[in-house]
């Protein structure tokens, strides 16, 4: 059974930069389709970021596209999440997900392992 840690939240200003990590333990990262999502005070989990089991292809929500960039790293058993150009409406607790059922993005019902979260804070 894989297990998920996220680091690198923090506070970021308006127009910042973040890189999140999400390490994996008890299990090879290849075997993994991987995302993120995020949940916002009084609001659901949402999709953020995806990338496939096999040719790293990946997958944006509308609302990060071309601001955040979803990548891993195998060889460390790593999945990272640059996010620049930071905004107000990006904080929330982010979270990395792990799925051996698909191999690319999946329902957020598809993953099967999930982190304890990252909190995200953009102040204006």
């Known amino acids: 059974q894989v297990q998920l840690v996220e680091s690198g939240g923090g506070l970021v200003q308006t127009g910042g930069s973040l890189r999140l990590s999400c390490a994996t333990s008890?299990?090879?990262?290849?075997?993994?389709?991987m995302a993120w999502f995020r949940q916002a005070p009084g609001k659901d989990r949402e999709f953020v970021a995806a990338i496939s089991r096999l040719t790293a292809t990946t997958f944006y929500a509308g609302s990060v596209k071309d601001r955040f960039t979803i990548s891993r790293e195998n060889a460390k058993n790593t999945v990272y999440l640059q996010m620049n150009s930071l905004k107000p409406e990006d904080t929330a607790v982010y979270y990395c997900?792990?799925?051996?059922?698909?191999?690319?993005?999946?329902?957020?019902?598809?993953?099967?392992?999930w982190g304890q979260g990252t909190q995200v804070t953009v102040s204006i």
């Open positions: 008890g299990g090879t990262l290849g075997r993994y389709a």
């Open positions: 997900a792990a799925t051996s059922k698909f191999n690319s993005a999946a329902p957020r019902t598809g993953y099967d392992y």
